[in-house]
Nanobody, 115 residues
C-alpha cells in the first residue's frame, strides 16, 4: 500500500517563503507523476504544480515565477518551493501521486499567508 507523507504547512507572512515536501512510501511501485493541488473551502481541488517521471513540469498560471516544483524520482519525493507568498495562496495543499494503477492523495496540510 502506498502512502504519501507531507511536510507540515504553516503560517507565513506575505512575501515570505515555505518549502514543502512529500514522500511516497510503500512497497515497490512505479510512478508517472507527483504534484501539488490546493483547495479552498467550498471550492474544487486545483492543480498548483506537477512533475512527471521524466522531470517535465507544469504550473498553474497563478504561481508561475513564484513556486517551483522539483523531485527526486529514486527517492519518490517531490518538493514545492513557495516564494513571494500572497494571502490568496492560503489554502489546504495536497500532494498527489499518479501511477499506472491509479492515484494516491496525501492528507493535506494548511498553508496560511497573512498580510
Amino acid at each position: 500500500q502506498v502512502q504519501l507523507v507531507e511536510s507540515r504547512g504553516g503560517t507565513v507572512q506575505a512575501g515570505g517563503s515555505l518549502r514543502r515536501s512529500c514522500l511516497a512510501s510503500g512497497s515497490a511501485f512505479s510512478l508517472n507523476a507527483m504534484g501539488w493541488y490546493s483547495q479552498a473551502p467550498g471550492n474544487k481541488r486545483e492543480l498548483v504544480a506537477i512533475i512527471t517521471s521524466g522531470y517535465n513540469t507544469n504550473d498553474a498560471d497563478s504561481v508561475k515565477g513564484r513556486f517551483t516544483i522539483s523531485g527526486e524520482k529514486a527517492k519518490k519525493k517531490v518538493y514545492l518551493q513557495m516564494d513571494s507568498l500572497k494571502p490568496e495562496d492560503t489554502d489546504i495543499y495536497y500532494c498527489k501521486l499518479i501511477r499506472p494503477s491509479g492515484t494516491v492523495w496525501g492528507q493535506g496540510t494548511q498553508v496560511t499567508v497573512t498580510s
